[in-house]
């Protein structure tokens, strides 16, 4: 099976820009779950998204949203960009059943400048 | 608040000798905790957690809820462990997947 892909790798973006992640999770992974880690804070829970509905939200301003289709593919959103949103953003799928394993992509390097 | 601690960022020992990365909780609860790993240049992975009280690459953790600890012990390093480790805690039912995870120690095995 293909891993959870990430896309783009690599972003680059200016203070007040907004800017969109998208992850595709392992096939038949309905949960998707995406973290932002930064040499500060670590690793931070963002959101988690099971068929579509937001299941559970980290402890992050209103900026950052997020959305899954039908598909189970997701998407996060960062608006009115902020330096401190530089970051390694990890995107995350489960599979019910197996144990809570999750499987994480290989991330998405935001630079805001 | 859910925490996790890891004390030591960084922890290096030679070939050979035993392995003990440290990690202490807080959670009102019962929590699941687990073990990621992430090897030089490749993406973070499960390697371990309380529930299925397995031993993978020879490594084991022990939940302990007296102490909230769940450290992570190997008695012989090997070279190929060398890897930055997360202890990770989630809680039960619709909060399972939301990982709080510690800020991580990075494991050098020394030949």
């Known amino acids: 099976k293909a891993g959870v892909t990430q896309t783009p790798r690599y972003l680059i973006k200016t203070r007040g820009q907004q800017v969109t992640l998208s992850c595709s999770p392992i096939?038949?992974?309905?949960?998707v779950s995406w973290y932002q880690q930064t040499p500060g804070q670590g690793l931070q829970f963002l959101f988690e998204y099971f068929s579509e509905t937001q299941r559970n939200k980290g402890n992050f301003p209103g900026r950052f949203s997020g959305r899954q289709f039908s598909n189970s593919r997701s998407e996060m959103n960062v608006s009115t960009l902020e330096l401190g949103d530089s970051a390694l953003y990890l995107c995350?799928?489960?599979?019910?059943?197996?144990?809570?394993?999750?499987?994480f992509g290989p991330g998405t390097r935001l630079t805001v400048l | 608040a859910q925490r996790v601690t890891q004390p030591e960022k960084l922890l290096s020992v030679f070939k050979g000798a035993p392995v003990e990365l440290k990690c202490n909780y807080s959670?009102?609860?019962?929590?699941?905790l687990f073990w990621y790993v992430q090897y030089s240049r490749q993406r973070l992975q499960l390697l371990l957690r309380?529930?299925s009280r397995e031993s993978i690459k020879g490594f084991t953790a022990d939940l302990n809820k007296g102490e909230t600890s769940f450290h992570l012990k190997k008695p012989f390093a090997q070279e190929e462990d060398s890897a930055m480790y997360y202890c990770a805690l989630s809680g039960r039912g619709m909060g399972r997947r939301a990982l709080t995870f510690g800020s991580g120690t990075r494991l050098q095995v020394q030949p």
């Open positions: 096939s038949g992974h309905r949960s």
């Open positions: 309380h529930i």
């Open positions: 959670y009102s609860g019962s929590p699941e």
């Open positions: 995350a799928s489960s599979f019910p059943g197996q144990g809570n394993e999750q499987f």
